[in-house]
């Protein structure tokens, strides 16, 4: 009896066994696909000819659904989403969630053979260009995509129909005086170093995404080094308030709760006044900042791979990008498009000065920059460390 | 009578007059030799293999994880030692692993003292509209803790809170006056406080309710007072409970993370539950170290469970059922009656009454108004969310999970149960052990091993995958429900049927299940709460298609649209109220202390 409860025993354990196992296996990734053999095919088309976008509508329509994975603002991408499906009867589902994470979810059912993503959209470049060597991201050139700034885009895989932002430091304009507003918008990081704005200051900390990590770099290692340094970040710790992430600092300085924060994109007030344009928010530009946009590509896995090819022709086009300009109040990068940003009328509004941006696909080069903000560089503990941040 | 001295002890009902004795030594003789030889029975091999697939193997993927260089199935994932070492042999998480403990040693300390002492006052005295009261301190369940940290971080910010703005021009204060800051500490161990002492008062009150008052009217009768009897008779019969609730909450305690980071704390302490979040959200992204703190938190929780289990079996030999009605006799308080109904007023006014006010006004302003003075009202944000298809699909998943994820888990744990407490087979011990597991593992670090184990599987991207993590998750509290119904039927119940003929299993559907009825819709009624409002095991594996309203409102809150959130979160209050009121007239249950 006693071999016959070891033998259910060793059944039960490796029924566990098989199923842990089953767990780790890999599944290979996707043969790339082959359009050559002829014909239009909008399922496997890298690009789409003009006289083909009736074939191609008809294929997405007989899909009838598309699933895009993206990293911007839930409400905006919604509603933009809502404009395709009100086009062309294609339903949209979002999965939205910060990029590092949205990227690893995307990434784990690639790796699995279980893709939901048709259309792939990131802030990060990094992640993108990854996407693009394990073959989950297929070419796919939208007849709008060379409309896009190039050095913004990897032509042929993604383009940032999304939108432009750069990085700010927003602030309460209900809670903030003049005199220190005039202060914050000669020198935003060295004047918020000042003890008068103890208390007063909410940030996002490096960990949050390599865009926020750049942000930093450029004041301990970049070209705001000099001015700012790890002894002026120092200073700033001592103001400061709250660490987290940037939509909950946004919501805490529109509700006052801190007057400051950065560093934020400006996509976020814009989003922010699109809403309600009478919220107590507004931003400027430090120097020098990061800018960066969201990319977006067609999943080579996709499960509707006709729907998606239409959304990245819908998005690349002119409707589609004015239509997210219009509805987000950001920045269109699109070559012709409207300018959408819902703040560039307002008074206290000062462009950037684009020579004082380092676009983030700069840093996803930067070996010096991986290096120290990687899981083995010590840039991201000696932030933490400066601002006794437990994260 | 050697084979006695051998083998086992005759149980209670064994234990009869001396005539009976010789037979009945005869009886457990033979029934030991028989216990020994018999094998596992089908229904607990059963059990086993569905426990192996629903606990061990999702745990199994978060060790394994725990070895690798990056998520299981990555085509760069590799073994490595790495992210174990960094979190064993380092002294980085030391002080999150020693203020993790205090915390859940302060947390579940509080919790049993308060949760006791209003279990006492609702039970045993003349406090005033005692009935209301008691929903005040059973609401809280029927809020996700996250939304409730949420709620208080609106209402207890300490420059912009709807309590500081407002008292400061009510009160006349200067500007920068701090009435209450709840991103502290304090404040973190505050709103844990709200949202885990119910469980103490659910376990204490439901002890005292059971207990046979004759033992405390037998003290009074011997000139002991209040305060006496309720030191030297009422605390020490409860006292298994007492420890019970104590390490229960202690438990969840030391895997939380919604409610400090909800409550924006920074004071250079992030506790492990916390950590491992980060770890699997912040720049660089990094499962194996997420998954390495979880099975530290594992190994810590363990203990937990320990003393846990060790403290419910001494809850069951203490249990007391009177067979003499004894009239309960009703503490009169005195002077104290008024402070003690305004005590525990306060406790459901902080935990349910302001937070579901501040939700509302969330939901009804066009951005995060808190100065009654120049708060403008609109019913945009709602006609907005009530009017998008994702909240009806949440709705609709949610209906499902809720259906789903409790009546699974009441089935498996009835069958744990059964094994363990009918058939007392070596498997029994085993299986008892398992069913409490999910307890010892932070729900994102769980939901991470099923998310590992089940992509590779058709089920993955269905409401099947969330609704397995929640039977899982809910094991443990389904299986004490079962355990405690089963233990106080009779088995001669059952044996008579099986003499008159019946089999096994229709013994057990026909007499077992019936009796144990109330107690399995006790906890299915409980776990159609938890169901309805978690996030920790669905957040990870939820899509757009099998979204619930709970991760529907926690991703609004993480899109930056507190206003949605709070629209979806009152109404996932709405629905559960709504499902408690159904299941009420449907199964006559009720949800009260006394059920619970």
């Known amino acids: ?337 409207v300018d959408g940003r819902a703040y560039s009328e307002l008074d206290w509004f000062t462009p950037v000065d684009l020579d004082t941006v380092v676009n983030s696909a700069v840093y996803t080069q930067d070996e010096a920059f991986r290096d120290a903000a990687g899981p083995d560089g010590d840039f991201l503990g000696h932030w933490s460390q400066v601002f006794g941040y437990a994260g | 009578m050697s084979l006695l001295q051998k083998g086992s002890r005759p149980s209670a009902e064994q234990r009869t007059d001396g005539n009976r004795l010789e037979a009945a030594t005869v009886s457990i003789s033979t029934k030991t030799k028989v216990q020994r030889r018999r094998p596992p029975s089908p229904l607990s091999v059963v059990t086993l293999i569905v426990l192996l697939g629903l606990v061990v193997a999702p745990l199994v993927m978060v060790f394994i994880g725990a070895f690798l260089n990056g998520a299981p199935g990555l085509p760069k994932s590799d073994w490595s030692l790495k992210a174990i070492l960094s979190v064993y042999a380092s002294p980085d998480y030391l002080w999150p692993l020693v203020g993790t403990l205090i915390l859940a040693v302060v947390t579940a300390g509080l919790s049993v003292v308060i949760g006791t002492l209003f279990a006492w006052l609702v039970a045993r005295t003349n406090m005033f509209i005692r009935r209301v009261l008691e929903w005040g301190v059973i609401l809280p369940l029927f809020i996700s803790p996250f939304i409730g940290a949420v709620a208080w971080n609106l209402l207890g910010a300490p420059r912009s809170g709807i309590i500081n703005t407002n008292l400061r021009w009510l009160l006349g204060l200067d500007d920068d006056a701090v009435l209450i800051n709840i991103s502290t500490m304090p404040g973190v161990v505050f709103v844990m406080l709200l949202y885990f002492m119910p469980y103490a008062y659910q376990l204490v009150g439901s002890s005292l309710r059971n207990m046979d008052p004759g033992l405390e009217e037998a003290s009074y009768m011997n000139g002991r007072g209040i305060i006496a009897t309720a030191f030297k008779v009422t605390l020490p019969i409860v006292r298994p409970a007492l420890t019970a609730a104590f390490f229960m909450i202690a438990i969840l305690a030391t895997g939380v993370f919604t409610i400090p980071l909800a409550l924006g704390v920074n004071t250079g302490f992030a506790p492990l539950g916390m950590h491992v979040y980060l770890k699997m959200t912040q720049f660089p992204v990094n499962p194996p170290v997420a998954a390495a703190i979880g099975t530290l938190i594992f190994w810590l929780t363990l203990l937990g469970i320990y003393f846990y289990r060790r403290s419910i079996r001494n809850a069951r030999r203490f249990v007391t059922l009177g067979g003499k009605a004894t009239r309960r006799r009703e503490v009169k308080l005195g002077w104290m009656r008024v402070p003690a109904t ?76 059964y094994v363990v407490v009918r058939e007392r087979g070596r498997l029994g011990g085993a299986l008892d052990y398992l069913a409490t597991f999910p307890v010892a593992v932070p729900g994102i670090v769980f939901a991470m091993g099923i998310l590992w184990l089940y992509i590779r599987t058709p089920i993955y991207a269905t409401v099947a995958v969330l609704t397995i993590a929640l039977v899982a998750a809910f094991l443990p509290t389904a299986t004490r429900f079962s355990t405690t119904g089963l233990m106080q039927i009779d088995p001669s119940l059952e044996e008579a049927a099986r003499m008159s003929g019946a089999s096994r299993m229709r013994a057990a559907l026909t007499i077992t299940l019936p009796l144990v009825r109330p107690a399995i819709l006790a906890a299915w009624s409980l776990l159609f709460i938890f169901a309805s409002r978690e996030v920790n095991e669905t957040v990870l594996l939820a899509l757009p298609s099998t979204r619930p309203l709970a991760v529907l409102a926690w991703d609004h809150i993480n899109a930056n649209d507190p206003g949605a959130a709070a629209v979806v979160s009152i109404l996932l209050m709405l629905f559960m109220a709504a499902g408690l009121l159904i299941a009420r007239f449907v199964f006559r249950t009720r949800l009260d202390s006394s059920n619970l």
């Open chain 2, 342 to 417: 305004v005590l525990v007023a306060l406790f459901g006014l902080f935990a349910a009454v302001l937070p579901i006010i501040a939700l509302l006004i969330t939901a009804l302003t066009p951005y995060a108004m808190t100065d009654f003075r120049s708060m403008q009202f609109s019913l945009e944000t709602i006609t907005q969310v009530l009017g998008s298809i994702d909240v009806w699909n949440s709705l609709l998943n949610t209906v499902w999970l809720s259906l789903l994820a409790p009546t699974l888990a009441v089935l498996v744990a009835f069958a744990v149960a």
């Open chain 1, 1 to 337: 009896m006693a071999v016959k409860q070891l033998r259910t025993a060793l059944v039960a354990v490796l029924a566990a066994g098989a199923l842990a196992l089953a767990g780790c296996s890999s599944t290979p990734a996707p043969a790339p696909t082959d359009d050559t053999a002829g014909g239009y095919d909008p399922t496997t088309a890298t690009s789409t000819p003009a006289d083909d976008m009736e074939a191609l509508v008809a294929a997405a329509q007989a899909e009838g659904a598309l699933t895009l994975y993206t990293d911007g603002t839930l409400a905006t991408q919604q509603a933009w989403a809502a404009e395709f499906t009100a086009k062309y009867g294609i339903q949209v589902s979002i999965v939205r969630d910060s990029g590092g994470p949205l990227y690893q979810k995307f990434a784990q059912e690639e790796a699995a053979g279980q893709g939901q993503a048709d259309i792939f959209g990131n802030i990060d470049a990094l992640s993108l260009d990854d996407a693009i060597d394990n073959g989950w991201l297929t070419e796919y050139t939208p007849e709008g995509g060379p409309a896009f700034p190039a050095d913004r885009s990897r032509a042929g895989y993604y383009y940032p129909y999304l939108m432009g932002s750069s990085h700010s430091v927003i602030y309460n304009t209900n809670n903030v005086t003049p005199e220190e507003l005039a202060e914050v918008q000669e020198n935003p990081l060295k004047a918020l170093a000042d003890p008068k704005f103890k208390g007063r200051i909410g940030l996002c900390p490096p960990q949050l995404a390599m865009l926020a990590a750049a942000f930093w770099y450029q004041y301990t290692d970049g070209d705001g080094a000099s001015d700012v340094g790890w002894e002026g970040l120092a200073d700033i710790a001592a103001n400061v308030a709250i660490i987290t992430d940037t939509a909950t600092l946004t919501q805490n300085v529109i509700q006052g709760e801190v007057d400051f924060a950065f560093p934020v994109a400006d996509s976020l007030v814009g989003n922010a006044l699109k809403a309600d344009p009478n919220t107590p928010i507004a931003f400027v530009y430090p120097s020098p900042t990061v800018g960066t946009q969201f990319g977006m590509g067609v999943v080579t896995d996709s499960p509707h791979p006709a729907a998606a090819r239409l959304f990245a022709e819908w998005a690349s086009s002119l409707e589609g990008s004015d239509g997210l300009a219009e509805l987000s109040g950001n920045l269109n990068l699109r070559e012709g498009g």
